[in-house]
C-alpha cells in the first residue's frame, strides 16, 4: 500500500501459437480452452495486476504512530500522522528510489524529530540533517535528484533545525548569535567587574572573579572565526587574580517557553591569545520570576572545555543534550573563561547557539536585518547616517523646548525607561523658519511600546504652537532607548 506505481506486463499472450500457413491441422482447431489460455486468461491476469497496483498507487489512506518509525516504500505518499514523543526517519534514499515522497504529520502536543535512516544521506544538502516538526506542523520529503538524500518539498510550519530554509527564524534561541548587530557601536565600553552590554546586542560581559586592569567589549568585523567576520571581542584585557571573564546571553520568557520540558544543546565559537590552553564552562540558569533575573537557581552546568590558544583558530566549545526542565520564566546562559592574571589578551566569540536538540545542528546566519528587527526588541536605537539624519517631528512648547514624537520600528518588549545620547551636540531642532537650532537637553518625558515623546532643550528660538523638527547634525548621533533589555 502507497507503493509508487510500477507498469505490469501481459505474460502468456500469443505464447506456442499454432502454425499460420493454412495447413489443416489439430493445432488449427478453434477451441475455448485455446482461446481462454492464450487470450482471455491473459487479459484477465494483466488487468487484474493493473488494478492491483492502482489501488496500491492511490492508496494514500494516513497511517498513525506513536513510537519512532523508519519510513519504508509502502509509506509514499501516506501521511504518517505521529500521536507521540516519536523520532521519523526516512527511509534510505538510495532504497527508496526516484520520485518517493514521505510526508509527516506532528499530532503530538510537543515538537518531534525528522532525521534520516541512513548516515551521509542529505536533507536540503546537509548531511546527517534533520527537521523539527512543531504540534500541528507537517512537512513533505522527496528523494533527491542524486538520490543519496532528500529535498524538503512542502513545510507548514517554521524549521527549528535545517539549514537553507526561510524559517530559520525560529530555529535558534539565540538572537544575534551571530554577533552581526552592534547598535552601540562605536561607543567604547570599558570591561568592569559588573555585567555591562557592549557593542554586540544581547550579550553582556565582565569579569566575574578577579580584578580589571583594562579591556573593552567591542565588536570585530575581521575576526577568523566564524563565516562573517564578526564577533564579540574583549580586546586588550589585563586581570589580575584567579580572574574568571563572562559573557552572558538572556532569553526573553515568552521564547523561553518552547525549551520547556526539552533537552538543548548549546555552543559558540571561541578563540583566545593567552598562550595556553584556557578552560571554558557553560553554566544554564533560569530566573524565579518571568523576566526579573534578580534571582535565578541553576539548570545545569558543563564540564571544564578546553581551548587551545591561537586568536585566529576557532574552537567550538558545546554543552549537548541538557534537560531544561520548567525554563518558562526565561534562560540565562552563561560562558565563562578561566584566564587567570593575563596581561593585555584577547578573547572573541561568535556563533552563540542554542538548539532544542540532543546534539547541535549546524550554524545558519539570519539576514543583518532580521536580527536587527529582533534586536531593537530590547533596545531601540536611532543610529545618524548623515549630518542631516531625520528623527522626528513634533511642536514647540516653550521659547527653549519642545515635544517631539519617536516613533519604534519594532516594538520593544517593554516601554523604554531611559535614554542615553551620544552628545547633545549631535542633534538638533528648526525655528519656524526653519533655521536649526542646537539642543543642549534631550529626555523622555512619555514613553509607551508605541513611540516615545523627547523633550529637546534649546537657549531660545523656538515658539510655542510652532512645528519643529529633530535630527541628528552628527553622523556619530546616537539615541540609545534603555530598559528593555533583560
Excluded at 139 to 145: K, L
Excluded at 331 to 357: H, M, P, R, Y
Excluded at 376 to 398: E, V
Aim: charged share 10%; proline share 3%; hydrophobic share 40%.
Amino acid at each position: 500500500m502507497g507503493n509508487k506505481y510500477t507498469s505490469t506486463l501481459p505474460t502468456g499472450y500469443n505464447a506456442a501459437p499454432p502454425p499460420d500457413d493454412g495447413s489443416q491441422v489439430a493445432a488449427d482447431k478453434v477451441t475455448w480452452a485455446t482461446i481462454k489460455t492464450k487470450l482471455s486468461d491473459v487479459l484477465n491476469t494483466w488487468a487484474t495486476a493493473i488494478n492491483t497496483a492502482l489501488l496500491a498507487a492511490f492508496d494514500f489512506s494516513n497511517s498513525f504512530t506513536s513510537v519512532s518509525y523508519t519510513t519504508v516504500a509502502g509509506d509514499n505518499l501516506r501521511p504518517i500522522q505521529v500521536t507521540g514523543n516519536a523520532t521519523i526517519s526516512l527511509g534510505d534514499a538510495a532504497t527508496m528510489g526516484a520520485g518517493y515522497r514521505a510526508i509527516v504529520v506532528n499530532q503530538f502536543t510537543s515538537s518531534i524529530t525528522v532525521n534520516l535512516a541512513t548516515a551521509g544521506n542529505t536533507l536540503n544538502t546537509v548531511a546527517n540533517g534533520s527537521l523539527k516538526l512543531g504540534p500541528g506542523n507537517a512537512a513533505e520529503f522527496g528523494v533527491n535528484q542524486a538520490v543519496n538524500g532528500y529535498v524538503i518539498l512542502a513545510y507548514s510550519g517554521f524549521d527549528q533545525t535545517t539549514p537553507a530554509i526561510v524559517n530559520a527564524l525560529n530555529r535558534r534561541g539565540i538572537i544575534n548569535g551571530g554577533c552581526q548587530v552592534a547598535q552601540r557601536a562605536p561607543t567604547t565600553i570599558s570591561l568592569t567587574t559588573s555585567p555591562l552590554y557592549g557593542q554586540v546586542d544581547q550579550f553582556a560581559a565582565w569579569a566575574s572573579t578577579g580584578a580589571v586592569s583594562a579591556g573593552t567589549i567591542t565588536q570585530s568585523l575581521t575576526s577568523a572565526i566564524g563565516r562573517t567576520g564578526a564577533s564579540l571581542k574583549l580586546a586588550s584585557v589585563t586581570l589580575t587574580g584567579s580572574a574568571v571573564l563572562s559573557v552572558r546571553h538572556r532569553i526573553e520568557s515568552k521564547n523561553a517557553l518552547r525549551f520547556k520540558n526539552q533537552n538543548a544543546s548549546f555552543a559558540a565559537q571561541c578563540s583566545h591569545d593567552v598562550g595556553s590552553g584556557v578552560n571554558y564552562t557553560f553554566i544554564i540558569r533560569k530566573p524565579t520570576v518571568a523576566d526579573n533575573y534578580g534571582a535565578t537557581t541553576v539548570i545545569s552546568t558543563s564540564s571544564a572545555i578546553s581551548v587551545p590558544t591561537g586568536i585566529g583558530s576557532a574552537t567550538q566549545v558545546k554543552f549537548e543534550n541538557v534537560a531544561m526542565g520548567d525554563c518558562s520564566n526565561g534562560i540565562e546562559i552563561e560562558l565563562q573563561v578561566a584566564s587567570g592574571a593575563i596581561t593585555t589578551k584577547n578573547f572573541e566569540f561568535t556563533e552563540f547557539q542554542l538548539d532544542d536538540l540532543s546534539a547541535i545542528s549546524p550554524f545558519e546566519y539570519l539576514p543583518y536585518e532580521v536580527e536587527l528587527a529582533r534586536c531593537q526588541r530590547y533596545l531601540p536605537a536611532f543610529n545618524s547616517d548623515s549630518t542631516n539624519s531625520q528623527i522626528g517631528s513634533g511642536q514647540a512648547i516653550s521659547n527653549t523646548g519642545a515635544i517631539v514624537h519617536y516613533d519604534f520600528f519594532v516594538e520593544p518588549r517593554i516601554a523604554p525607561t531611559g535614554i542615553t545620547v551620544s552628545n547633545v551636540t549631535h542633534f538638533s531642532v528648526t525655528d519656524v523658519s526653519g533655521t536649526t537650532l542646537a539642543l543642549t537637553n534631550l529626555t523622555i518625558v512619555l514613553t509607551s511600546k508605541k513611540r516615545v515623546a523627547l523633550n529637546a532643550v534649546v537657549a531660545s528660538g523656538l515658539l510655542a504652537g510652532n512645528a519643529t523638527r529633530l535630527s541628528a547634525n552628527n553622523a556619530s548621533g546616537q539615541l540609545l532607548m534603555t530598559g528593555a533589555e533583560l
